[in-house]
């Protein structure tokens, strides 16, 4: 019977008890008589090629290999060999595409049984283990037969995941592109999930949302740029004209990841696009951003004969009212948009104007106590939707520059959302207060779409802190969304993107090297540029101490280098554009594995 032919049953065999003592597992050294010990002892080889700075490889020390049935099955029948990668050049260039860590099991005359790229969970290992001890013989797919990758998600049963995966696939509308039927404009958690697996390689996801983003562009304003709020009829050519910061933030930030993934120049025309307009129509001279603009002009000039015209015309008519609130909310929306495209254009311009509108909230919009009010007075503030747009453009920001005063800042926004808005019968509520204290108003609102926004920016917090308290309130979230007081009674794929985003790694990426290095900021801007809707990116200068969550060691190579780790995989250090992006491509190939739910 070949390897690959008992997985099926390789975890109902490490579900028995085991006779293995506990045992901490003895390593060999990998020499020129290792193979002949394992002929001699009838032995198997387990080779773990790991790296000093890779993360994962520390998590499987800390994990897999202290488990004692795995150093039992390794004692009984296995020679084990620990070899640094990096000491080793001519083993790392044999199994290198694996990544690391990597697993190498060889029968006791050197033929490969089993090769595993990234980190084995426990189960996993002994079920390997176990399965060469009762069948040595290799198959064609033993790597892959072992890189098992559970269905089950980190909060939702098989049957939510199933329900909510139908409804947004049901919602699309094949004919002309977009989700729903009647109004035609960007859902945003809809494209969101569709870059996602499109980011995956899922054909019918790629032409969903290219299908979505061309038909789009009809809604972009050819003469000064911005995106009019939907169009009707079924139609994407008869558009309403208003035009509201979050259709612009949210186009911006979706037309410059589709340039990242595809490189198609009319995405990146859009964008640019759209950022003319906010900073030409909607920036104020403070440097913070208006609310919208109005659909027309006047009673007697509406907005299909106005927005008819050219520049010219348009000006000598004049200008449709722009409301000029500044509300952090609506700053926070923009922010994150402009860094979007930041990351795919490293157009210092954008970056200056997404930080100027960032320190005018800081400076005018700030509570004394953490979190932001909404406007210069707020009714029934504080409310949750501006502390949460902020937060999660200062984790933005942080990412884009490796200013880590963006990252404190971010905690400080997440912090007061624990504190302010959560609500211990479940999930987290949208003001601090209700300012009428009768009948449904007794008590603030909690809307799902507040839900699905903290528990995938408190995960973030969680990844970029290893802070487990960031991690529970997204859990909190999530389990509020998950219960039976809930009911999806619309696509809600904003709750599959946190159920996934809270169950696996983000792609993450590090640049090691001095800020003010050219080769560093290269590679900064180059990691910046690469499509990954879920992303943990970070700088590190060793000037600065460690970096908020070290769960990585990395070395000083003498010379600016790029770290990748994704998918439980963590690869070669990288030292050029060319380098850092053909090595997440590759890493990218592999099926990220769930996490179990905390």
């Given amino acids: 019977m070949k390897i690959h032919r008992v997985v099926a049953f390789a975890f109902a065999i490490c579900a028995a008890s085991s006779s293995f003592a506990a045992e901490s597992v003895k390593w060999n050294d ?21 790296a000093v700075w890779c993360h994962w490889c520390h998590v499987m020390e800390k994990t897999t290999y202290a488990d004692p049935e795995v150093a039992g099955l390794l004692a009984s029948r296995y020679l084990a060999v620990r070899v640094d990668q990096d000491a080793n ?19 006791p005359d050197g033929t490969e049984i089993a090769k595993i790229r990234g980190y084995i969970e426990p189960a996993r290992m002994r079920a390997l283990l176990k399965a060469v001890i009762d069948d040595p013989s290799p198959g064609p797919s033993v790597g892959e037969a072992f890189e098992i990758k559970p269905s089950a998600s980190a909060f939702l049963t098989r049957e939510q ?24 404009y960007i859902d945003a958690d809809s494209m969101d999930y569709g870059i996602s697996r499109a980011e995956a390689g899922d054909t019918v996801s790629i032409k969903r949302t290219r299908q979505t983003l061309d038909a789009a562009i009809k809604l972009v304003d050819p003469v000064w740029g911005g995106v009019f709020q939907y169009s009707e009829a079924g139609s994407w050519t008869r558009p309403h004209f208003e035009k509201i910061m979050s259709f612009q933030a949210q186009y ?35 440097g913070a951003f208006y609310v919208s603009q109005d659909a027309d002009l006047d009673h ?24 000029k609130q500044l509300y952090a909310r609506e700053n926070g929306w923009a922010i994150s948009g402009l860094i979007a495209l930041y990351n795919v254009t490293n157009d210092p311009k954008v970056l200056a104007i997404a930080e100027r509108s960032a320190k005018w909230v800081s400076d005018n ?14 009714r029934g503030g504080p409310f949750l939707g501006d502390t949460l747009a902020m937060g999660q453009a200062f984790l933005d920001l942080y990412a884009a520059t490796g200013n880590r005063d963006w990252l404190t800042a971010a905690a400080r926004a997440g912090d007061f959302i624990s504190s302010a808005f959560r609500d211990e019968a479940g999930g987290f509520l949208a003001s601090k207060a209700s300012e009428i204290k009768i009948g449904v108003f007794a008590k603030p609102a909690r809307q799902i779409d507040d839900q699905i926004l903290v528990a995938r920016f408190m995960n973030l917090l969680n990844r970029y802190f290893g802070n487990d308290a960031y991690r529970e309130q997204a859990s909190h979230a999530m389990r509020y969304l998950t219960s039976a007081s809930v009911e999806m009674l619309r696509p809600l794929p904003g709750v599959l ?40 990116l970070e700088w590190l200068d060793l000037r600065e101490g460690k970096l908020p969550n070290p769960d990585v060691e990395y070395p000083d190579l003498g010379e600016p280098a790029a770290f990748a780790c ?31 739910p905390n």
């Fill in 30 to 50: 990998w020499g020129d008589d290792l193979f002949s010990r394992a002929a001699a002892e009838k032995r198997f080889v387990v080779l773990d090629l790991e």
């Fill in 89 to 107: 050049p001519d083993l790392s260039s044999r199994y290198g595409d694996w990544g690391w860590p990597a697993t190498i099991v060889f029968g």
């Fill in 161 to 184: 995941r199933a329900g909510l995966i139908k409804n947004y696939d049901e919602s699309y509308e094949d004919k002309i592109g977009g989700w729903g039927d009647r109004q035609k």
């Fill in 252 to 286: 911006l930030r979706h037309y410059s990841q589709a340039y990242a993934l595809w490189k198609d120049p009319k995405y990146l025309a859009a964008a640019r696009d759209i950022e003319r307009y906010m900073a030409s129509f909607l920036l104020s001279p403070e």
């Fill in 300 to 323: 007697d000039h509406d907005g299909h004969e106005y927005y008819a015209l050219d520049d010219a015309g348009r000006r000598k008519l004049g200008l449709p009212r722009i409301d």
């Fill in 365 to 378: 919009r700030a509570l004394p106590e953490a979190g932001f009010r909404h406007g210069d007075k707020d």
């Fill in 497 to 536: 993107l946190a159920d996934e985003e809270l169950a696996i790694e983000p792609t993450h990426m590090t640049i090691v090297g001095p800020k003010d290095e050219p080769r560093a900021r290269a590679l900064h801007a180059s990691a910046r540029a690469l499509p990954a809707r879920y992303k943990r």
């Fill in 566 to 596: 994704s998918n439980r995989i963590c690869s070669f250090p990288s030292f050029n554009a060319e380098e850092l992006q053909a090595t997440v491509k590759q890493m990218a190939k592999v099926k990220p594995s769930r996490a179990s």
